[in-house]
């Protein structure tokens, strides 16, 4: 055998594998523009109508205040009930990281 004679190489077609890079590119940016939902006008909220919230009577206005702070007292009362009985978990951990 003729070792002098150069090794053969294989020639890489460089034009043909850019443009299958560029084909591939462009089919997934079809897909991609037809399976996105299209959102054709933004979303607006619709107007309420506060006359029909209103109380009649100042006392029923007062009594629905009274109900509603009511109902914020016992929901604070009760997360400061459990925070209360998690505490000393906090206090182990206080005497673990002194």
Do not use: C
């Amino acid at each position: 055998k003729n070792q002098d004679a150069p090794a053969k190489t294989a020639k890489i077609r460089q034009l043909s594998v850019t443009l299958l890079r560029i084909a591939a590119m462009l089919v997934l940016l079809v897909s991609l523009y037809f399976l996105m939902p299209k959102q054709e006008a933004p979303l607006t909220a619709d107007e309420f109508d506060w006359s029909s919230a209103e109380p009649d009577s100042e006392e029923e206005a007062f009594e629905q205040t009274k109900a509603a702070l009511q109902l914020l007292a016992s929901k604070l009362n009760g997360s400061a009930k459990t925070a209360s009985s998690q505490l000393h978990k906090v206090e182990k951990l206080n005497d673990i990281f002194k």
